[in-house]
């Protein structure tokens, strides 16, 4: 088959409209255009007045040869891929081993997926609970404020992405297309199908729900084993060689192979493996608030005349100002339709996310607009440093909240005229358990706050009302990515512990469900072959991105 890329037709256009313009494309007639299957479909909406929608089309034609040598130059035009996911390795038969992934989120998932295709039963460990069990403790915080610590936005089945806007686009290289791979696993387990084509493909809170229990269920069907409110509490390391796990009700498991896929908000077994010896560096992280506006202000910023068009959807943005105090300012997990939600996962503080269901039709849009920070300027001296600057904002927080697991909230025109708020405006925040109106400046460092009034008016220049006086502020956001790095080599192992894989976004690897589910891939593919004495490459610093 052939890949055409960079085909483009009116928003609106007729279904013959797209055949008609690959045979142009290609110089042929329609009687010999034989299979035509969609590989992206995304949009192009610089002319407000005239979006376009840009498809990538993977076409299957008569006389395939000759068009090919004749179409030879053109960089638009070229041979399918094979995506197919290839095993790298099969579990020999009477293996006693059994690998231990810790962790239940995107990578643990599909680490723990992929052992078990290929034969090695791996055993996954989850502090948390099963999802369902979960998320009514999830909502317990919400609607009554009641936290539980082990089971709640960040721990649990599905890991945090589970609470998120299910967002399945990423910026990593994926030369194997092992993303997909996550994808393709994904509709088998419900999701929709068009998140295989979509260039911005989302499913929702709800709709991964059930996704995640199918597919727990299909790696217990191949001899997995998931075991629940089992935190690991210590590691058993000897000569640089993890030798087994200990859970914090004592018990212990042997194992050579661990992959560590616990997520950004794991602090307890940051230490715990520091505390053994394992390298951990350090690394940069944002912090910030999330804010919201009408979603229909967004969309008729980004889409003028077409907002609301059904193919489109709600609208989103990225936005990045560089701030004159050298910090960039930018838009993270950006939320059309969606709300503002309560993320603690630990007591006596604050944190918020955003989520949105898969039809994105709440009234607000939010995002995150947050601040880098950098070990080197804000919490040099200690590989861990970044965590308790972490807890000490997150606690800043939730006494500026009124002690309640309230968030701090802030309307815009009066963070930037730096006097407190007093009751909301026209946009009503969709944060809870509630809100409590204040400064938001004494819940954030000085410099967030010189840089977030600089880059409000900024961001206001690309969409208009941004910086509109109603907008809502809640504080604060400090889970962007995880404030340690646990160091690999090229054969996915931590740089000084042999047996221990560290994954995803906890270990400084991911950035969001799509890159952690490629990671899992590629760790569990390490795994294998270490197990099966094989070798694996390629386990160099990821490129991380959003939820």
């Known amino acids: 088959m052939l890949r055409l890329t960079e085909i483009k037709l009116p928003l609106d256009h007729a279904a013959e409209e797209l055949p008609a313009a690959i045979c142009q494309r290609l110089g042929i007639k329609a009687k010999d255009l034989l299979e035509v299957s969609i590989y992206r479909r995304g949009y192009d909406a610089r002319r407000r007045s005239r979006i376009l929608l840009v498809y990538t089309v993977d076409v299957s034609v008569a006389n395939e040869a000759a068009v090919a040598k004749r179409l030879a130059g053109d960089r638009h035009v070229g041979p ?96 194997k297309f092992h993303g997909r791979k996550v994808l393709t696993e994904f509709v088998k387990a419900g999701a929709p199908e068009e998140i295989l084509y979509v260039s911005k493909p989302h499913i929702g809170t709800f709709r991964l729900v059930g996704m995640v229990e199918e597919m727990r269920g299909n790696i217990e069907a191949l001899g997995g084993e998931v075991r629940f ?26 194992t050579r192979h661990v992959v560590l896929a616990v997520g950004h908000s794991a602090r307890d077994t940051f230490k715990a493996i520091y505390d053994r010896g394992v390298y951990v560096e350090a690394k940069p992280f944002s912090v910030g608030v999330r804010i919201e506006h009408p979603q229909s202000l967004i969309d008729t910023a980004r889409l003028g005349p077409n907002a609301g068009h059904p193919i489109l959807g709600a609208a989103d943005y990225k936005l990045v100002h560089h701030a ?127 840089a977030l009034r600089e880059a409000l008016p900024a961001f206001a220049k690309q969409i208009k009302g941004f910086a509109m006086d109603d907008a809502v502020m ?35 690897y991911a950035g969001g469900i799509l890159s952690a589910g490629v990671d899992g891939i590629k760790v569990a593919e390490a795994v294998a072959l270490d197990m099966t004495g094989g070798t694996a490459s390629g386990g160099a610093r990821g490129e991380s991105t959003e939820w």
């Open 324 to 450: 004159s105090n050298g910090r960039a300012a930018y838009s993270f997990c950006m939320c059309p339709g969606g709300t503002v939600v309560a993320a603690t996962s630990e007591e006596n503080r604050v944190v918020t996310n955003g989520m949105s269901q898969y039809s994105r039709n709440e009234r607000n849009a939010n995002s995150g607009i947050v601040v880098s920070i950098s070990p080197e300027k804000d919490y040099p001296g200690h590989p861990l440093a970044g965590i308790d600057f972490q807890r000490y904002w997150e606690s800043r927080a939730f006494e500026a909240g009124g002690g309640t697991y309230a968030a701090p909230a802030q309307r815009v025109g009066d963070f930037l005229a730096g006097r407190p708020s007093t009751a909301c405006g026209s946009v009503e925040p969709s944060y809870k358990p509630g809100v409590h109106w204040t400064d938001l400046s004494q819940c954030l460092p000085d410099f967030v706050v010189e």
């Open 474 to 508: 809640t504080a604060i956001e400090t889970r962007t990515s995880s404030p340690i790095r646990i160091k690999r080599g090229d054969d996915f192992q931590s740089i000084n512990t042999r047996g221990l894989y560290p994954a995803g976004e906890g270990a400084g």
């Open 80 to 175: 399918t891929p094979d995506m197919a996911y290839t095993f790298v390795a099969q579990a020999p038969g009477g293996l006693q081993e059994r690998p231990v992934v810790i962790g239940m989120g995107p990578c643990g998932l599909f680490a723990g997926l992929i052992l078990a295709q290929m034969g090695f039963k791996p055993i996954i460990l989850e502090r948390g609970k099963a999802v369902r069990e979960r998320t009514k403790d999830t909502w317990g915080l919400w609607r009554q404020s009641k936290l539980n610590p082990e089971s709640n936005v960040q721990f649990g089945e599905g890991g945090a992405g589970t609470f998120s806007d299910g967002k399945l686009h990423t910026q990593i290289k994926d030369p």
């Open 229 to 254: 409110q089992s935190r690991v509490a210590d590691f058993d390391i000897a000569d640089g060689q993890v030798r087994g796990v200990i859970l914090a009700d004592g018990s212990r498991i042997e």
